[in-house]
């Protein structure tokens, strides 16, 4: 089989959407039956990186455009691929239109809030039905998607992020990175992700705004968030409004090779959300030994399989996140039983049981 991914980026990129279609190819690149996946990036990475064997990671379609489609046609032309996926609900015209040339079949997949409501583009609503295939992050997703796109259900099937459980371990922290943010003797509650939601969608004006409350019985409590991202100026100013300047620390964007090391400095992870997909920050806070705290309300639920790994709160109730982290913080470290769900391992049998009922 010949597999051609349309995609935003993957190796070398940055946040849940790249992780999962990195983890998306290595699972298709480890099934026998696959011989081949020529992958389409808009953002192609660091040149060098290390990538599957079995892939071909086209960096020239991320000049543009134009080069883009050109790439599409080409591939579509030499490769004769089998399937047609499309890893962003964007990128579906250039995706169907290779499909429709070809005739092949075409799948979708979708993660959280770009497919939570209808496109405002109705060539994407007309498109997404097209699809002969959904595959969603999140029972979250699929109802939000659904609400809008009304396929068949049949057509839509889950498959969950996944946690690299070797890389992803508890261990102690590190003292020069403890110094580094003046954490020593102090108890941490941490949030990564990109700082860029206008509707708070993080969690993290949450947590600020139970801090004050804690206080008192938590006098060396404070908050490391990772991430950059244009919402920082308000988070700051929010931090200083509330009385916190000194103990909301912003840790910037963090290099990939020190992203287990920060987990590691923390007390619990806490991410009270509202917009999630799934949340795969969750997952490597919790193969690293974290405690970890979640929505009820959005996809993070299904990261903790309900309840099961963590904590849930209301990010809409105040008492309830103030509840929460006291909970969590009370809890011992350690990786929680049952995270095995979503190993790598796991991860892989379930993208192959996908490509039982895919063309052959």
């Known amino acids: 089989m010949k597999i051609l991914m349309f995609l935003h980026d993957a190796y070398?990129?940055?946040?849940?959407?790249?992780?999962?279609?990195?983890?998306v190819i290595d699972g298709l690149a480890a099934d026998p039956r696959v011989e081949r996946i020529v992958a389409l990036p808009r953002k192609p990475g660091i040149e060098g990186e290390a990538l599957p064997a079995k892939l071909d990671w086209r960096r020239e379609a991320g000049g543009g455009l134009s080069a883009y489609l050109w790439a599409a046609v080409k591939a579509i032309a030499r490769e004769r691929p089998d399937l047609v996926i499309s890893a962003h609900i964007r990128l579906l015209p250039a995706a169907w239109l290779a499909a429709c040339l070809a005739r092949l079949p075409l799948w979708l997949m979708i993660f959280g809030i770009d497919a939570w409501e209808r496109p405002r583009n109705p060539l994407l609503t007309l498109l997404t039905r097209r699809a002969s295939r959904v595959i969603s992050i999140s029972d979250t997703t699929t109802a939000r998607f659904q609400a809008w796109a009304r396929m068949p259900p049949s057509r839509v099937q889950l498959l969950p992020c996944s946690i690299d459980l070797d890389r992803f371990q508890p261990g102690p922290a590190d003292p020069a990175l403890a110094v580094r943010y003046g954490l020593a003797g102090k108890r941490v509650l941490f949030t990564f992700g990109r700082l860029v939601s206008r509707e708070r969608a993080k969690g993290m004006d949450e947590v600020m705004e139970a801090m004050p409350g804690l206080l008192a019985d938590l006098p060396d409590l404070v908050y490391l968030i990772g991430g950059d991202?244009?919402?920082?100026?308000?988070?700051?100013?929010?931090?200083?409004?509330?009385?916190?300047?000194?103990?909301?620390?912003?840790?910037?964007?963090?290099?990939?090779?020190?992203?287990?090391?920060?987990?590691?400095?923390?007390?619990?992870?806490?991410?009270?959300?509202r917009g999630e997909g799934f949340g795969i920050v969750l997952l490597e806070a919790m193969a690293s030994g974290l405690p970890a705290l979640a929505s009820a309300k959005d996809g993070g639920r299904e990261a903790l399989l309900d309840g099961k790994l963590g904590l849930l709160v209301d990010p809409d109730d105040a008492a309830s996140v103030a509840a929460g982290i006291r909970a969590v913080l009370a809890r011992p470290k350690g990786r929680p039983t049952g995270l095995e769900y979503f190993s790598t391992a796991a991860f892989r049998a379930r993208v192959a049981s996908l490509l039982d009922a895919a063309p052959r």
């Open 12 to 23: 070398g990129g940055h946040g849940g959407i790249a992780q999962f279609n990195r983890d």
């Open 229 to 273: 991202g244009p919402d920082r100026p308000r988070l700051a100013a929010k931090a200083e409004s509330l009385g916190l300047g000194a103990r909301v620390i912003f840790a910037g964007r963090i290099a990939e090779e020190e992203k287990v090391a920060h987990y590691r400095l923390a007390d619990a992870y806490v991410m009270p959300s």
